[in-house]
């Protein structure tokens, strides 16, 4: 074996490259894929043994390598290019890139911004990975409320417990905690439980979460928001206001929109607790506040006319395509 490498190296070496044939019958001899001296010796490396096998496999790859050197160096000093862009012919029409379209929830998402920057609102982000603190425990949650069970709850860890956001009303605390009133902030994202109120997407989906606080807010101040933003988003709208209970709205509400002859609720809200308030530390004595939280999937299948809330992630290009966002 090693005299055959010698001999190899030696050819290597003393080959003189002075024409492309020279280059194809040298590059043919050492590197052919059937023929070709170093491919055989690749090919023969698994009947060494064991113990020499990697060793071998090193200097055959540096018998490699020096092919390859003396090919590249005949190559640059002729001007030769690869020939894979010699084969490269210009009349062949172009590949098209194909643009994408910005998905019916974002188109949604964006709408909502948009809405809401317009009366003062200032957006922001918050972490999908949330502590039992933002999640649950600021908002007035205690400990036996059916949401903490594991039923509902993906918990990443536990003791600490960290959990995937069941909501945007952590963002209410995050906001609250860092800045101090008056504000108006609004925030979309991604909210996952085991069980959605929908029963096609079943372990995440968009919500959008408002809340405003000020000296003199009022559930009047509310109504007439939620108003501005289903009127903005659907023109005339027939809506109810349903009485209902979140640990951390007093008094809360469901709001029902009208359609298809049908009442469906599109979002939770109501006067954020004096509680949530005192957890972060403003006082409920001076200042009062609203927060509702609305699920973007159901309110985007209502303006489109959808049937199928999956299929916002079968991917389907041609049905994704078909949207454009209106600036
Ligand atoms: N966080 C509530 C939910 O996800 C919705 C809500 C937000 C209700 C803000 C009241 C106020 O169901």
New binding site residues.
């Given amino acids: 074996m090693d005299k055959k490498i010698d001999k190899i190296k030696k050819y290597i070496k003393y080959f003189h490259i002075k024409t492309s044939d020279d280059l194809n019958s040298f590059r043919g001899k050492l590197l052919g894929k059937k023929k070709g001296i170093i491919t055989i010796l690749f090919k023969e490396l698994k009947d060494i043994s064991i113990y020499k096998r990697k060793n071998y496999g090193i200097i055959i790859n540096e018998l490699k390598k020096e092919v390859q050197k003396k090919i590249f160096h005949y190559k640059s000093k002729n001007n030769i290019q690869n020939e894979k862009i010699l084969k490269y012919d210009p009349t062949i029409p172009g590949k098209s890139i194909e643009l994408g379209s910005i998905h019916p929830l974002s188109i949604m998402k964006n709408r909502i911004i948009d809405i809401f920057l317009k009366i003062g609102f200032t957006y922001v982000d918050g972490p999908e990975i949330e502590d039992d603190w933002h999640n649950f425990t600021a908002?007035n949650i205690p400990i036996y409320h059916p949401s903490r069970d594991m039923q509902d709850t993906f918990f990443l860890y536990k003791n600490p417990d960290i959990l995937l956001r069941?909501?945007?009303?952590s963002i209410?605390i995050r906001y609250m905690k860092k800045y101090s009133p008056p504000f108006r902030v609004l925030s979309i994202g991604k909210?996952y439980r085991n069980e959605t109120?929908s029963s096609h997407s079943n372990f995440m989906f968009h919500?959008a979460?408002?809340?405003y606080i000020d000296k003199k807010v009022s559930f009047s101040d509310l109504k007439q928001t939620v108003h501005y933003l289903i009127t903005s988003l659907f023109g005339k709208a027939k809506i109810r206001f349903r009485p209902?209970y979140?640990p951390?709205?007093e008094p809360?509400?469901?709001v029902d929109i009208s359609y298809n002859n049908k009442w469906l609720e599109i979002?939770?809200?109501?006067m954020?607790d004096p509680e949530v308030l005192k957890n972060v530390n403003i006082d409920p004595e001076i200042y009062y506040g609203?927060?509702?939280?609305?699920?973007i999937e159901r309110l985007t299948l209502m303006i489109y006319h959808m049937k199928d809330i999956r299929i916002y992630f079968d991917n389907d290009i041609r049905f994704l395509k078909q949207f454009k966002y209106e600036f």
């Fill in positions: 908002l069941t909501h945007t009303s209410q909210v109120i919500q979460e408002g809340f209902s979140f951390f709205t809360s509400a469901e979002m939770g809200c109501g954020i609203f927060a509702f939280g609305l699920g």
